[in-house]
């Protein structure tokens, strides 16, 4: 039997957390969040509402939502510029603390899509990305479909994905997956570039999104859409659609 698997997107929150993203949850039907806590393409730090992070922390757990923070994209912390470094440093710290409020999960390393000189991009890569911190406990790996198709894993091709996931899990441990961010692709598998597309409208394609939603690596592991959302529906179509992708359903518990 497989774990139920929670399946949601990330939400705006401009206004607040639980004013927006309460309403993102209902409106799309997610049963995993994630959100930013601060400006993603800038270093300003938001102190936040003690009441709107209490209310949505509140919100999530009545409607049995898994939820996550997604750390500003400037952090780089194996930057060789030391003032980058130390605003990584603060801006991580920041989200953990915005988190830590709102009863949020533990740290995760997401490997990047390849361009530039990354730390980690292949799942190979993230070998001795753990071993630089000794394996701590309380790291896990958010793997994207977007990323790992831009790094060069070819998820299309039959067997691609569960080889790639097989491939993570020999890297990291069976118990190391904690989050997927499930994202099409508007490139070409290698081509190192970032840009996702609606879930089975991109180059990697719904038999991909299938195949990684019967491996036993991903199993009650929650998932996260982050693809366009101009609509207004907040993801519902990406995530009915993976929904739809699960070979079988159980209610025996979630990860």
């Not at 923070?69 to 400037?74: E, N, R």
Request: proline letters at 6%.
């Amino acid at each position: 039997m497989l774990l139920e698997t929670p399946i949601g997107g990330h939400a705006t929150v401009a206004g607040g957390l639980a004013k927006a993203g309460l309403p993102y949850l209902d409106r799309s039907g997610s049963a995993a969040v994630q959100v930013y806590v601060s400006n993603p393409r800038g270093w300003a730090l938001a102190a936040g509402d003690p009441l709107q992070d209490e209310a949505f922390a509140s919100g999530c757990a009545e409607r049995r939502t898994v939820a996550y923070v997604h750390a500003s994209l400037l952090v780089n912390l194996g930057s060789p510029t030391p003032l980058t470094v130390e605003r990584s440093v603060a801006t991580l710290e920041h989200a953990l603390g915005r988190a830590a409020a709102a009863g949020l999960p533990k740290l995760l390393v997401e490997p990047s899509a390849g361009g530039g000189r990354s730390l980690a991009a292949r799942v190979e890569d993230l070998g001795p990305y753990l071993a630089a911190v000794e394996r701590h406990p309380w790291l896990g790996v958010c793997f994207d479909t977007c990323h790992a198709w831009a790094a060069g894993h070819d998820l299309s091709a039959p067997g691609g994905m569960a080889a790639t996931l097989d491939a993570l899990t020999a890297t990291v441990g069976a118990d190391r997956l904690w989050l997927v961010h499930a994202n099409d692709s508007k490139d070409t598998v290698g081509s190192t570039r970032d840009r996702h597309e609606s879930v089975g409208r991109g180059t990697i394609g719904p038999a991909a999104f299938a195949e990684l939603l019967a491996h036993p690596a991903a199993q009650g592991v929650p998932v996260i859409v982050e693809t366009p959302n101009d609509d207004g529906a907040g993801h519902s179509a990406d995530i009915a659609l993976l929904r739809s992708l699960i070979p079988e359903r159980s209610s025996s518990g979630r990860r």
